[in-house]
């Protein structure tokens, strides 16, 4: 990573530059999640894939943000905020500029692995320094504001998209994010300042195994169920193979001193219903997304 020299930021106002600068790399991590859909139909033509191929651009983004989210907080309290938001922001800049010059589906396939994977912490590191920067009475605005970028983002996807794939080039949905994450990149590191470190905590290496484990063989059989058959041993196998990840993964995470996914939250049947619906209206937003596209075009 490239070290500048910090801004001089009178306290008072530093924690409203520190989200504001911070708020880039949140709006181009979510915008990836929308922007991409409606030139799926351009990328199947251009790499001569089906859907069923076609779906893995957007489905491996999705499925490495959501493992990738839950052990950013490990590795914010390890090396710093700063650090990692300044990492992840670079890793997605350098993978969206390869996914903008991917030459096949597989190709394009692994490159949006490697911006999900800066794409995925970003949010938790951003989310974080907002609670650790904001008193409680000063949060409610803070994640108001940070949650602007998370609501406008996803809307705007699609029609930015649309534009860039009728009177310019698809791949421009990728390699605008280069000079947005160029300029993100400068402003944090000359506004951010490193936040307290703190190691010694055992890090929950079960815990990933087996959740990385379980998502991936339940998607894939979600995916591949129609064209392999529910009842094949192909798709059981995925099945059963997700369901004792999955399992283990719930035991570990009960007996471990710092899981990745605290699972007692659940008790609090406030945050367990919240969880639902934001299961529930994301499953149909994200599938609206996908679908909607495909059939119009």
Known sequence: MINLPRLE????????????????????????????????PKMMAVFAVDTDKAQWILTAYMLTMGVLQPITGYFCDA??????????????????????????????????????????????VTMSLVFFLFTPKERNMAMGIWGISAMVAPAIGPTLSGYLVEYWDWRLIFTINIPVGIIG???????????????????DYGGLITSSLGLFCLLLALSEGVDEGW???????LFYAAIASLILFVAIELNHESPILDLRLFKNWNF?????????????LFGGIFLIPLFME
């Open 185 to 203: 990149y400068i402003a944090a590191a000359l506004v951010l300042r490193e936040t307290p470190i703190r190691r010694g905590g055992r890090f």
């Open 9 to 40: 930021i009178p306290d008072a106002t530093y924690k409203w530059w520190a989200l504001g600068v911070t708020i880039i790399g949140g709006f181009m991590s979510i915008l990836d999640t929308s922007i991409v859909n409606i030139a799926v």
């Open 79 to 124: 090396f710093g905020m700063r650090r990692m938001y300044l990492f992840s922001l670079m890793v997605f800049t350098a993978g969206s500029a390869l996914c903008g010059a991917a030459w096949s589906n597989d190709t394009m396939i692994a490159f949006r692995v490697l911006q999900a994977i800066g794409g995925g912490m970003i949010i938790p």
């Open 272 to 284: 367990t219903f919240s969880t639902i619906v934001v299961f529930i209206g994301t499953t149909g």
């Open 231 to 237: 009842t094949s041993a192909y798709i059981l196998s």
